[in-house]
């Protein structure tokens, strides 16, 4: 992310969006991984892990790195991209740089809107330093007493939660002046008789993570008492505005009771996560992306504008669709909605782990249970920083009649799967979405996600299966097609790769191509290794992090591992094996981690059509051949950004093209040259 931060090659405001973007995800680092280790310390672990290194060597380590890459971001942020936004009219004001007229907005901006939400708080004379909630901008307050002449601090919260972070100045809308400077510049209001001496910015990061007991009887009282303790987690870093008052920056690090390896000291604007905002300022299209609209998968566009029949294209074949490059709206919330208005569909089950206030199918399940359908949400309460949205419909749904399931306390259902069952003459049949992505319609736009649609029995039966276990109890012992964890994934994954493995050493041609966000599980590493070893050429694009070590001699030289990073996340998993002329190609849910394969309820089903097998593929190979946005790793861990050496290839760009070029032939054939759906 930092990286494309600084490419000149990407568009302006998108590079300052890559700022952000780095810097929330710094911030979760912390409150979740980095947290892990203080836990450790805590508990007096001193244990090396695989690196050698022990838990306060890690902290150690980490830090020395953060420092590094935070001073690399303020370099680009501020020396490079405030630069060149100001050349664009894209102004960031600060009191140093605000002419005569700025000031006197801000002072009234201050008096009018900014004041009433201000509570100053002193800290001694008696008064117990405050609590600071986790990832709050403060200011620091150096205060002397002009009759005492006691020297005293005080803390301001910055309440952009309520304000926003960047408040426009004049009429162009295109002046920002962070809201801590508004406050900075009257202090003097905020405490008046007394001499404000100095003021410094400072940002806390607190533990945020945690766990909700196997025994919880309650796990919807559970999850919300833990959100509560969540304010409260243990600080794992203090973040301070360099050549902060060292009185200040002492009284800070005494009160919250620190050590030196949890305080950062950080160059320009703290909390550049905020800069989404700016990211998004109205107008300057030359500075993003080119636009892209998500298109109608072809095999879904119907004729003058009636839409097509879901059920009936999906008994006649599986049906395959790429988010974002194919449209969320017409394939998914139209799915949903056609069973919801279909007299016919007896029940409707779905899984919720992410979703956003204006998605279409928690409130299609409730219109469906008003129908009198059988409507079950299994939502997933424990989907990290999401509980209290989750809590909000899980609630709404039961009010309305739905059947809520909560999970299983012990396991997180991350699994991403909608069920219909619809009465057709004497029998039932169950239609079928299994997807890689939360059913979210924002992040439908910006992450690369796959949704199978399919009316195969036998996964019918096994997706059917699974909501029976979410919902009931038991465990089936094997299911028919599809692979699901904590029971039957990673034996079954280690199997494909031993199988494949197994025919390259017969003579056959053997491949295994992976895609997924990350590779950390010991046991499919090991796997891997082996298969490398037996001479199979194994391709992998892992996303994030990536325990496994490609090109170490006499271990893994025939395994490369690249990333992408682009416009849009990648999300999507792939696991394709090919032996001979059998190409076995898998898409779901979960990653190769411990987490996915022992402690989620995660559901892997295997696309059987020729047709889209090779589609999956031809993603695949793009994904290998990527020189625009790729990186690759070492035999030593490192990662390094590919350069185009003749043809530039750029996986997102391509498939942007390639979907919209379909849709548009689609639509321009004449009907009779379209295929056609019997509907029956």
């Known amino acids: 992310m930092l990286e494309l931060a600084e490419d000149p090659e990407v568009p302006l405001l998108e590079r ?83 002419d005569e007229e700025e000031r006197r907005e801000i002072d009234d901006r201050f008096n009018q809107q900014v004041f009433p939400a201000l509570t100053p708080l002193v800290i001694g004379l008696g008064r117990p330093f405050p609590y600071i909630s986790s990832l709050s901008l403060s200011l ?42 508004v406050i900075a510049a009257n202090l003097d209001a905020l405490f008046p008789g007394i001499e404000v001496i100095d003021h410094g910015y400072f940002r806390v990061t607190r533990d945020a993570d945690f766990t909700v007991s196997d025994e919880a009887d309650d796990l919807l009282q559970a999850v919300q008492d833990e959100i509560r303790r969540r304010r409260f987690g243990e600080v794992v870093r203090l973040e301070v505005a360099a050549g902060m008052n060292p009185k200040l920056r002492a009284q800070l690090v005494e009160a919250l009771r620190l050590e030196d390896r949890e305080v950062y000291d950080i160059e320009g604007l703290l909390d550049l996560a905020d800069l989404e905002a700016i990211a998004d300022v109205p107008g300057h299209a030359e500075l993003r992306w080119p636009p892209w609209t998500p298109v109608t998968q072809p095999r ?23 988010h974002p490059y194919d449209s969320f709206a017409t394939s998914v919330e139209r799915f949903v909605a056609q069973a919801v208005a279909d007299p016919d569909v007896l029940a409707i089950k779905q899984t919720v782990y992410r979703t956003s ?115 009931g109890y038991g465990r089936p012992a094997e299911y028919r097609k599809v692979l699901v964890s904590p029971t039957t994934m990673r034996d079954q994954i280690v199997a494909e790769i031993e199988r494949t493995a197994a025919a390259h050493r017969a003579g056959e041609e053997a491949r295994i191509a992976l895609k997924m966000n990350a590779l950390v599980d010991a046991r499919c590493i090991r796997a891997l290794y082996e298969a490398s070893q037996a001479g199979v ?75 889209l097998k090779a589609e999956l593929m031809d993603v695949l190979e793009r994904c290998f051949a990527d020189n625009a946005g790729a990186w690759e790793l070492d035999a030593e861990g490192e990662w390094s950004r590919r350069h185009a050496d003749g043809e530039t290839r750029a996986v997102q760009e391509e498939l942007m093209a390639r979907h919209s070029a379909r849709a548009a032939e689609h639509l321009a054939a004449p009907p009779s040259e379209q295929p056609q759906t019997p509907v029956t």
């Open 300 to 322: 879904l566009q119907g004729e003058d504008d009636e839409p097509v029949d879901m059920f009936a294209e999906i008994r006649q074949r599986d049906l395959l669709v790429h």
């Open 537 to 611: 050429r194994i391709d992998v694009n892992v996303r994030g992090i990536c325990c496994l070590r490609p090109g170490v001699e006499g271990v893994s030289e025939n395994i490369s591992v690249r990333s992408i990073v682009g416009r849009f996340l990648e999300h999507s998993r792939i696991y394709a094996f090919r032996r001979g002329e059998e190409t076995r190609v898998l898409m779901g849910s979960a990653d190769l981690m411990p987490r996915n394969l022992d402690s989620r309820v995660e559901l892997v089903a295997p696309v059987e059509d020729a047709a």
């Open 357 to 471: 206030d204006d998605s279409a199918l928690v409130p299609a399940l409730i219109r469906a249970s008003e129908r009198g359908k059988q409507a079950v949400c299994m939502v997933e309460l424990k989907a990290r920083f999401d509980e209290e949205a989750n809590i909000h419909w899980a609630k709404s749904l039961e009010e309305a009649g739905v059947h809520v399931v909560y999970g299983i306390p012990g396991l997180k259902t991350h699994v991403k799967a909608i069920l219909v069952a619809r009465r057709e003459g004497e029998q039932v049949r169950e239609y079928v979405h299994v997807g890689t992505g939360n059913y979210n319609p924002k992040t439908a736009r910006l992450y690369t996600d796959l949704g199978l649609f399919t009316a195969d029995p036998d996964l019918g039966a096994d997706v059917a299966e699974m909501f029976n276990f979410l919902t």
């Open 140 to 181: 620091g307050v150096l205060l002397r007493d002009a009759e005492s002449g006691n020297e005293i601090i005080a803390r301001v919260k910055v309440p952009k939660e309520l304000l926003g972070r960047f408040l426009p100045l004049g009429d162009s809308g295109l002046a920002f002046v962070p809201l801590e400077e």
């Open 16 to 98: 300052a969006r890559f700022c952000a973007i780095y810097a929330s995800n710094l911030d979760e680092f912390f409150m979740v991984r980095v947290a892990g280790l203080f836990d450790q310390l805590d508990a007096g672990i001193e244990a090396r892990g695989p690196d050698g290194l022990t838990p306060r060597e890690q902290i150690d380590a980490i830090q020395r790195r953060v420092l590094e890459l935070d001073d690399r971001l303020c370099e680009c942020f501020g020396g490079n991209l405030q630069p060149a936004l100001e050349e664009h009219g894209i102004r960031i004001v600060t009191l140093q740089t605000a």
